[in-house]
């Protein structure tokens, strides 16, 4: 195949819908045989479909990324089955439990760390077997929340991870590059894709909350959300080599939507 990504291998984790869905699609429209990670394979199978159709190789692989051994399953197949892994996209994330700190229950908080930041630090770990056998990219999603607080939202275990996920990505960028593994972290500002059906929001919030709605001109660059399309042409960017000389970037893709 030709393309940018002709002859790489893949994995990406949320890739049945929106960011992960979007990039795993363009990833593999230019030549990447894309493994994709999700919770359940229903969604995954459609991307895979859609792949498929466009021409492309994919293959679904159900995968808790907040249960290392989980991710550490998955990730082997993918080595086993493509005999190496070129780029790690670590996407998949949740908002979760959105409740003011006092009353924010630990389990919530703990679920949000561990899908979004502990399931990345076991994405990255678990690939790098793979990865430093010819070097490659790792590509993290963040958010505008991982630098920015937001009034009224409940966000603080989400903004934690976001930030956490930031550090990390730094932290991996130094660690590997000796292995000529490249790590960057996006941040995007509000997409337009399933993640708010994951949003728990407490009775309490109410009486925090001012209401999360977008005020005009929140959206400055084109008065609307990005589109997940939009950034998977950063990513495709990020894990090509097109960004050979670009690690421990963090990366903002929000039509400056954080400047605000
Ligand atoms: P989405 O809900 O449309 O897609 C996320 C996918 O991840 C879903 O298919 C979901 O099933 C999967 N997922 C959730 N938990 C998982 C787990 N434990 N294991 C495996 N897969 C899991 O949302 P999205 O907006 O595409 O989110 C992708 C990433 O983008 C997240 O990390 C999110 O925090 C980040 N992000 C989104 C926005 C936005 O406005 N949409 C903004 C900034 C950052």
């Known amino acids: 195949t030709n393309g940018r990504m002709a002859g790489k291998v893949a994995v990406v984790t949320g890739a049945g819908s929106g960011i992960g869905k979007a990039s795993a699609i363009l ?17 995954a199978e459609e991307t895979k479909q859609e792949i498929e159709k466009a021409g492309g190789e994919a293959f679904a692989i159900e995968c808790d990324v907040s249960r290392p051994e989980s991710v550490q399953a998955a990730v082997r197949r993918v080595g086993e089955t493509w005999g190496r892994i070129d780029v790690v996209f670590a996407n ?9 700190i006092e009353t924010m229950e630990i389990e919530d908080w703990n679920r949000t760390l561990e899908t979004n930041l502990r399931g990345t630090f076991a994405t990255v770990k678990y690939s790098i077997p793979y990865l430093k056998k010819q070097g490659g990219s790792v590509v993290i999603t963040s958010s505008i929340n991982g630098s920015r607080a937001f009034s009224g939202t409940g966000f603080s275990a989400y903004s934690s991870s976001k930030a956490g996920q930031v550090a990390f990505a730094k932290m991996a960028a130094l660690e590997l590059a000796r292995y000529k593994i490249r790590v960057n972290v996006i941040c995007p500002g509000a997409i337009e894709t399933n993640i708010g059906k994951n949003t728990f ?4 919030l109410k009486k925090i909350a001012i209401p999360v709605e977008y005020p005009e001109g929140s959206h400055p660059l084109e008065g609307r959300p990005g589109k997940p399309e939009e950034v998977a042409k ?20 929000d039509g400056a939507e954080s400047l605000l």
């Open 27 to 43: 990833l593999a429209a230019e030549g990447a045989k894309v493994a994709l990670l999700e919770l359940t394979t229903d969604t």
């Open 234 to 253: 950063l990513v495709l960017f990020l894990g090509s080599d097109d960004s050979s000389h670009i690690s421990g970037t963090e990366i903002f893709v």
């Open 201 to 204: 929001p407490s009775d309490d």
């Open 92 to 100: 998949a994330g949740i908002n979760g439990a959105a409740a003011p």
